[in-house]
């Protein structure tokens, strides 16, 4: 879902400001039609490492590729459908005829902080330079962009097929290893991640106690602060991980991306 650039500094101190609620992130991603080397269309299998993403399809065809230690699934995507996985799941976006689906990202802040690892082969993900070298986009439009966005999701899919063949042969130990690889990549962005969190989500669901404190004691006073927000789009076609997204890159909504 995803470019890369230089690291910005993390929200202000205090909740952030109107958030989506629960402090979700949001966007729309219309899957790529590249083809695979498997011959499957579709977007660069990855992980999150602290969120649940969910997609809710709206339109066109397609499937999820999913990986966990139970094995290998793949979740048919068709309008109505929702589909969500947890953290460690590595997930593929298939395009099987126009799909478009919204994105809700637990934790807004987080993937756009680097809460995302591509499935690149091992020695990449050994070296924490060679992995921000695969992963970075040197633009965020134009040929270069789409070029180095396809090589990223290629490079991907050679690591995904591999772990996808182990657990097929019921062998769990390569995902277990590109999880332990995962995590060591992203450790160092924890602390970053941790304020996002206590600024947003954690500020957001604190915020629900007070009121309900508050309505214990038959309180209303909070709903004299009601509001009416709305936005659009920030980005109508960024390339993103499973396709052209379009991002609504607003305070307390979702944040700007710094890594990927």
């Not at 992130?25 to 969120?51: K, Q, R």
Request: glycine share 10%; aromatic share 6%; hydrophobic share 40%.
């Amino acid at each position: 879902m995803v470019t890369m650039s230089a690291p910005q500094p993390g929200p202000p101190s205090g909740s952030l400001p109107e958030p989506l609620p629960g402090a979700v992130g949001l966007s729309h991603i219309s899957a790529y039609d590249w083809l695979a080397t498997d011959g499957v269309c579709g977007g660069s299998p990855h992980i999150h490492l602290a969120c649940t993403e969910a997609y809710v399809v709206t339109a066109g065809e397609g499937a999820v590729q999913t990986l966990t230690p139970e094995g290998f699934t793949e979740t048919p995507l068709e309008p109505g459908t929702i589909a969500w996985f947890t953290p460690g799941t590595v997930h593929r976006m298939v395009n099987g005829r126009d799909l478009r689906v919204t994105v809700l990202m637990q934790n807004s802040g987080l993937p756009e902080a680097g809460d995302a690892v591509f499935t690149f082969p091992p020695e990449i993900l050994a070296d924490p330079a060679r992995y921000a070298e695969a992963a970075a986009l040197p633009a965020r439009e134009g040929p270069e962009a789409e070029a180095a966005t396809r090589r990223r999701r290629d490079l991907a899919v050679e690591g995904y097929l591999v772990l996808r063949a182990a657990l097929r042969a019921g062998d769990a130990d390569p995902l277990r290893a590109f999880h332990e690889a995962a995590a060591r990549l992203v450790a160092p962005k924890v602390a970053l991640w941790r304020e996002r969190w206590r600024e947003g989500p954690l500020a957001a669901a604190e915020a629900t106690g007070r009121h309900l404190d508050a309505l214990a004691r038959a309180d209303g006073s909070h709903l004299a602060e009601a509001a009416v927000r709305s936005a659009g789009p920030t980005r109508q076609a960024g390339y993103g991980m499973c396709g052209r997204r379009q991002e609504y890159e607003l305070p307390g909504t979702t944040l700007p991306r710094t890594s990927g």
